[in-house]
Each structure stands twice: as structure tokens, then as C-alpha cells.
């Protein structure tokens, strides 16, 4: 899920500002999730030394970070963790735009106009 919604936000905000506000949401979510705080993340490297990817390593390690503790506590911090990215993106390009990107990055099926069932 991070890797679509960052390859869907990078081309408005680049690899290092996806990656940067990334790296904001880990050290904010860490407040109420301290063993969050224990996964370092390693400094932004220059941008000419920089691969366009590296945004997904970051997450992957993050995500390796979080494999590593008790499935219902890696998934609250999983939640925190999206739910924090979320929140500075929406404050950064706004809540309408987020919604865009969202939808693109993660379809999910339009139930409008189906009727429900008994």
C-alpha cells in the first residue's frame, strides 16, 4: 500500500518529499508508538547520489522494522503510521488533491448504484 501511494504522490512531490514526509510521519507516530522510534532511518542522501527508488527502500525498511513485532501491534502502528502520512500530505496539498491521488493509487469499487442485500 505505501509503495502505490508513494509512486502515486512522487511525480507532485518527488522521491526526496515523499521520502522526507515519510520520514516525518515515523518520527510523529513514534510519540505514541515508541517502538517505532527503535527503527532508525538513515539521513536523505544528496540528491545527485540519490536513486530515484529510494523512498521504497525506506519503507521497506520500516516495514521489515515492523514485521518484527506482534501482528496486532505492528498493524495499530501501521494505521498511526498511514494515518499520520495522510494527514501532513493533506496540509501540505490539501485534502480535495489527496483524494485524487488516493483514489488513483488505490482503486477501490464505486458501490453507488448497487442495491444492498437482506
Known amino acids: 500500500m505505501y509503495q502505490a501511494l508513494f509512486q502515486s504522490f512522487a511525480p507532485v512531490l518527488g522521491a526526496a518529499g ?7 510521519s515515523v518520527k510523529l507516530t513514534a510519540a505514541d508508538f515508541p517502538c ?3 527503527i532508525p532511518i538513515a539521513p536523505i542522501a ?5 536513486p530515484a527508488d529510494d523512498y521504497v527502500k525506506v519503507v521497506q525498511h520500516v516495514i521489515d522494522g515492523l514485521s518484527r ?3 496486532a501491534i ?6 498511526g503510521l498511514c494515518a499520520t502520512l ?16 488516493i483514489k488513483h493509487a488505490l482503486p477501490v469499487t ?8 437482506k
Open 74 to 79: 505492528a498493524a495499530e502502528v501501521a494505521i
Open 86 to 101: 495522510l494527514g501532513l500530505l493533506t496540509k501540505l496539498i490539501g485534502e480535495p488533491l489527496v483524494w485524487q491521488f
Open 18 to 24: 515523499i521520502r522526507a514526509l515519510f520520514a516525518r
Open 46 to 50: 544528496p540528491i545527485a547520489t540519490r
Open 110 to 117: 464505486d458501490r453507488s448504484g448497487r442495491e444492498e442485500t
Open 36 to 38: 517505532l522510534g527503535k
Open 69 to 71: 513485532l506482534e501482528p
